[in-house]
């Protein structure tokens, strides 16, 4: 097996953009970093050379087909990687591939691992069935507790075999003071924001239930009260494709009168610099966030945020709430609601430069205190080490920077 330098293979459909594809990458750099070996089978991505600059090896494997037959024709071929590889552990963190994973990993008789990444709806036995191969693994990391929660619902999983381990923020990547000032002048030139309008980002990537729709509503009440200034909003993401629903928006913000205060520039790779750029962060989504990475993110850049109360971002925003000085790190809002997004909006907007920095401040000690890229880090190898018996855990060099 290779206890003291284990092949780690961690399997994704793509490694372009995402929560689950950056882990994914985050993860690999972590195998490498306590000495062991991680493969990532994919069909490639933008992330793929960052795994290949880490160390770590990308395998290009047909893991984003739902087709029942190239399933178990992946499984043959996966059963044959894990024999040439000397593969330990197998972790999946998606569906498809996951079945594919199952069954090589059962024939090899060799440990398997799931992150349950999002909260899958489930219309049906069929789908319910199809999304449970991601709880029929030997450890279930849940990216929050709402997660942990759905799964038990669910599938009655056993809690002993549920981890939960949050996303993690690099802490350093988003660091107010390792921004320079160029990187955001170049998207504030990138974006045609003048000087002096000031900047509510929306990033995520262009689908319904990410509630872009909901901004541009609330965004028009504020027009129409004479409260939205010279205030630009960017919705950061890829269309993914989705062309008709980013026309729906273009559509939309001119019948609301703001076709001038909005910016889509797909998807902005220096994510830090936004944050940094931004005034205010909204998540807007209208379907649960399993985790909403983010809400963090932002909140470790000091921006305010105000995200949606469904899913996961109460766990991870303290909201503000009238006469508490002090407390706080940001506002949640009910989905789908453009009158109370608006409201929001309007306060954060209307922050004082020192209201702010303190928000900021507080946003950052909370991420900080619990939501790391290296207790994500620590923690997952943890679980390998559980099912493996090695100390990957205790060997890697984030060990000593865990919170």
């Not at 494709?241 to 026309?247: E, Q, V």
């Amino acid at each position: 097996m290779g206890r003291t330098r284990p092949t780690i293979l961690q399997i994704i459909p793509s490694l372009d953009t995402g929560g689950a594809e950056l882990s994914t990458a985050e993860i690999a750099e972590a195998i490498v970093d306590a000495g062991g070996r991680a493969l990532v089978a994919t069909e490639g991505g933008r992330l793929a050379d960052r795994i290949a600059k880490a160390g770590g090896e990308v395998i290009i494997f047909p893991a984003a087909s739902k087709n029942p037959f190239r399933v178990i024709a992946n499984a043959a071929t996966l059963k044959a990687m894990i024999e040439k590889e000397n593969v330990a552990l197998v972790h999946a963190r998606s569906r498809a591939p996951a079945w594919s994973a199952l069954i090589a990993s059962r024939c090899a008789r060799i440990p398997f691992v799931t992150t349950y990444h999002g909260a899958y709806a489930e219309a049906d036995r069929i789908k319910r069935f199809y999304n449970s191969v991601m709880a029929r693994s030997d450890r279930v990391i849940a990216n929050s507790g709402y997660t942990a929660s759905l799964i038990e619902a669910r599938y009655g999983t056993d809690k002993q075999r549920i981890r939960v381990i949050y996303r993690g923020v690099d802490i350093e990547r988003f660091r107010p003071d390792a921004i320079e000032a160029e990187r955001i002048e170049t998207l504030r030139r990138a974006w045609q924001i003048e000087p002096g309008q000031r900047i509510v980002l929306h990033p995520a990537r262009l689908t319904s239930w990410k509630g872009q729709h909901v901004l541009l509503d609330a965004s028009g009440l504020l027009a129409a009260s004479g409260k939205l200034g010279s205030i630009v909003i960017v919705f950061a993401g890829d269309d993914q494709g989705r062309k008709g629903y980013k026309n729906e928006l273009i559509a939309r913000a001119a019948s609301l009168g703001i076709a001038d205060h909005v910016r889509f520039p797909g998807h902005v790779s220096d994510i830090a610099a936004a944050f940094a750029a931004a005034h205010v962060a909204v998540v807007a989504s209208i379907e649960p966030e399993a985790f909403g990475r983010t809400a963090t993110e932002a909140q470790a850049l000091g921006c305010p945020v105000i995200a949606t109360a469904i899913g996961a971002p109460p766990e991870t925003v303290i909201p503000v709430r009238d006469g508490e000085n002090g407390l706080g790190t940001g506002w949640l809002v009910t989905p789908g609601d453009p009158v109370a997004l608006a409201e929001c909006l309007h306060r954060a907007l209307a922050l004082s430069e020192c209201e702010r920095i303190a928000l900021g401040a507080r946003a950052r000690a909370h991420v900080a205190a619990k939501f790391t890229l290296e207790a994500m880090k620590q923690a997952t190898l943890a679980v390998y080490d559980e099912l493996l018996g090695t100390r990957l855990a205790s060997l890697t060099k984030t060990g000593t920077h865990s919170n």
